[in-house]
């Protein structure tokens, strides 16, 4: 069953889609979305993973913040959608009043959201991925293991080497990046509140990184390596793209909600 309602945030009025097959007293899943991204997700990608997550008798709830889509208001910014992510969850149990637990999953910039805010509203637990960890959206700003990485893609592709070779090659452009590449990886006070916030949360946490991503590239490069809570796939689809990719994502977002 698939049901679209509306819900205030401040003196906006939001739109969201619940996901339910049969009442429940269950743990629900909140779908966060990143960027201007729609609540269908890329491709209709969160559609998807709420469909199939609520077949397996998980409730889902997915909404587009202020500004986007079909709600109104203009567009906070993920630093500051607090107020939208706490009136989704508001709306959430209230369409859903049998719920016992909420987890909320948020991928790129939603990620970096719910680590944020997640501490403040409400949440019983957060499924992180590709957490983005830069104060802009200049992807020139890239971290320097970010840069190393693609470049190494490129140089093992024999059609870059070729078109290198042949002058295809914006010379200039190249030397930048390979003085970026060899730079330190910039330090970023969104990146200290990310984790301070994040250790005020007391439920449980899990980060997920799909590897040859180039945003889960530049969190590892700030982040600690030793972190327990990550758990990685060789995917190098940012929204984990693919059958297998979203078959892995699935099983990890139904052992946060068990």
């Not at 945030?9 to 996901?19: A, N």
């Not at 470049?151 to 080497?161: F, H, M, T």
């Not at 007391?202 to 490069?221: H, W, Y």
């Amino acid at each position: 069953m698939r049901r679209h309602l509306t819900f205030p945030c401040g003196h906006d009025t939001l739109v969201g889609t619940l996901d339910m097959e049969a009442a429940t007293d269950s743990t629900g899943v909140l779908l966060v979305s990143g960027g201007r991204e729609l609540r269908a997700g890329s491709w209709g990608g969160q559609a998807q993973l709420a469909a199939r997550l609520a077949a397996v008798g998980v409730p889902v709830f997915r909404y587009d913040r202020r500004g986007i889509g079909e709600s109104e208001g203009a567009d906070p910014g993920f630093q500051n959608t607090r107020d939208d992510i706490a009136a989704a969850l508001a709306a959430f149990r209230m369409a859903v009043p049998t719920l016992r637990r909420v987890i909320a999953f948020g991928n790129c910039d939603a990620a970096a959201a719910l680590m944020l805010h997640g501490a403040d509203i409400g949440l019983d637990g957060l499924v992180l991925a590709n957490p983005w960890t830069l104060e802009t959206d200049d992807a020139e700003a890239a971290s320097p293991t970010a840069i190393r990485q693609r470049y190494l893609a490129k140089l093992a592709n024999p059609r870059e080497v070729l078109r290198l070779l042949t002058g295809g090659v914006n010379l200039a452009k190249l030397a930048r990046g390979m003085r970026a590449a060899a730079s330190s990886a910039p330090k970023s006070a969104l990146v200290d509140q990310m984790a301070a916030n994040l250790m005020r949360f007391s439920g449980p946490v899990t980060i997920l990184l799909a590897s040859g991503d180039r945003t889960a590239q530049m969190f590892e490069a700030v982040w600690p390596a030793e972190d327990a809570r990550i758990q990685r796939h060789a995917s190098s689809g940012h929204s984990f793209a693919g059958e297998e990719a979203q078959a892995w994502l699935l099983e990890r977002l139904l052992e946060a909600a068990r």
